[in-house]
């Protein structure tokens, strides 16, 4: 059975189907010893070669889910130049090599999948899909009705920062329900209302919640978690 090249590139656990389709493009990645750079391209998976940097491409037979409670201080790049703790170095899969869904900077904890699943990572982060991700914020000074305006959007360089809702828990606390998750996006569209963030925790993600894992803990993915985040996870209704 044919799949897109990118598809195939994501399902071998190599890096998400976005970036394989940046890979392609590179002209970084051969079909039987040829270079190829359309993103409509095809293979047979039983039939085909497929390489990246001289070594041939294969599918994983067992695809491996994980939620991991990350702390603050810990990165969830692959690599990090001035050596400061990675997230991937808390979960230990034997044989496995798993890729984090999204990212969650080095100030922030919480919620992060990690899996080998290209596919499904590719359905919960790109934006077309709208998968919720839900955060509790914790900030220095009291909020204001002023915090309302997140809801309608606020001015960046890369267009409006908007939240799909937010729910008062106290003073100083909040959730809040993004569905594109951009880089450092809370803290940002919080700073241009004046609020300093104390602490950033995500909570949920799709139909998959965080629930009494501590940080540094993680455990893997249930089926049925799994099912409900292939079925629901870029259709989820906020609470």
Same mark, same amino acid.
Do not use: W
């Given at each position: ?8 590139? +994501?399902? +071998? ?6 970036k394989?389709?940046k890979l392609?493009?590179?002209?970084k990645i ?5 270079v190829v750079k &359309?993103?409509?391209a095809?293979v047979v998976p039983?039939?085909d ?11 994983e ?6 939620? #991991?409670?990350k702390p ?5 790049a ?5 050596h400061?703790?990675?997230a991937?170095e808390?979960v230990?899969? #034997? ?8 990212r969650?900077d080095?100030d922030?904890?919480?919620l992060?999948?990690?899996t080998?699943?290209?596919d ?6 790109h ?6 991700k839900e955060?509790?914020v914790?900030?220095y000074?009291?909020?204001?009705d002023?915090?309302? +305006? ?7 360089d890369?267009?409006r920062?908007? +939240?799909?809702?937010? &729910? ?8 809040i ?21 104390r602490?950033l ?7 998959v ?10 455990r893997?993915?249930?089926?049925? &978690?799994?099912?409900r985040?292939?079925? &629901?996870?870029?259709?989820?209704r906020?609470?």
């Amino acid at each position: 059975m044919e799949m897109r090249v990118s598809k195939f590139i +994501a399902q +071998a656990g190599i890096t998400s189907r976005r970036k394989a389709e940046k890979l392609i493009l590179q002209g970084k990645i051969k079909v039987n010893g040829k270079v190829v750079k &359309e993103l409509t391209a095809q293979v047979v998976p039983e039939k085909d070669k497929v390489e990246y940097n001289g070594k041939i491409i294969k599918i994983e037979e067992k695809l491996v889910y994980v939620m #991991l409670y990350k702390p603050r201080g810990y990165l969830t790049a692959s690599s990090d130049k001035y050596h400061r703790p990675l997230a991937k170095e808390l979960v230990q899969v #034997l044989g496995k090599r798993l890729f984090p869904v999204g990212r969650l900077d080095l100030d922030s904890e919480g919620l992060l999948l990690m899996t080998n699943d290209g596919d499904l990572t590719y359905k919960l982060t790109h934006p077309k899909f709208e998968c919720e991700k839900e955060y509790f914020v914790e900030t220095y000074n009291p909020i204001k009705d002023n915090v309302n +305006a997140i809801l309608q959007g606020i001015p960046s360089d890369e267009g409006r920062l908007k +939240a799909e809702s937010f &729910e008062r828990v106290s003073p100083k606390k909040i959730k809040i329900v993004l569905k594109e998750g951009r880089k450092r996006e809370i803290r940002r569209m919080l700073g241009y209302l004046g609020y300093k963030v104390r602490r950033l925790k995500r909570i949920r993600e799709g139909p998959v919640s965080l629930g009494d894992l501590k940080p540094g803990q993680y455990r893997f993915l249930t089926k049925k &978690e799994i099912a409900r985040l292939k079925k &629901e996870g870029g259709n989820v209704r906020t609470r």
